[in-house]
């Protein structure tokens, strides 16, 4: 859970975790960047079927998708998700990944650096 998006990233519940399955049986045919499919689609779809998700809660599945191995090289861009075979495709995506949280580990450091600063600003010594 991250903290101040409790109610975002907190764990799967247990309807959450029996659409899964059909969330992976939908996305694992999305085979390549033209096969892509937005979250938009895929909430317009179980709604559709009676089932509200959250957008928060559409990423939050989709992570536990990725972070347990359910689809292999499933990536996202402006498109949407789709599973890469591309080699070249997935290293770029890796690449993206990895420079978000360097921005997100950047971004920490400054708050940091600028908490410190005004309490020294604060401070009568």
Not at 57 to 84: A, E, F, T, W
């Amino acid at each position: 859970m991250i903290t101040n998006f409790e109610e975002e990233t907190d764990e799967l519940s247990k309807k959450e975790k029996e659409l899964i399955p059909i969330i992976v049986d939908g996305l694992k045919v999305k085979i390549g960047k033209s096969q892509a499919v937005t979250a938009t689609v895929i909430i317009k779809a179980f709604r559709n079927r009676g089932t509200k998700i959250d957008p928060a809660r559409m990423r939050k599945m989709i992570n536990y998708i990725r972070i347990n191995d359910l689809i292999p090289c499933l990536v996202s861009s402006h498109k949407g998700y789709h599973v890469s075979v591309d080699d070249q495709e997935i290293l770029e995506y890796r690449n993206s990944l990895r420079e978000r949280a360097a921005a997100i580990l950047a971004l920490e450091e400054a708050i940091r650096r600028q908490q410190l600063g005004r309490n020294k600003q604060n401070s009568m010594f």
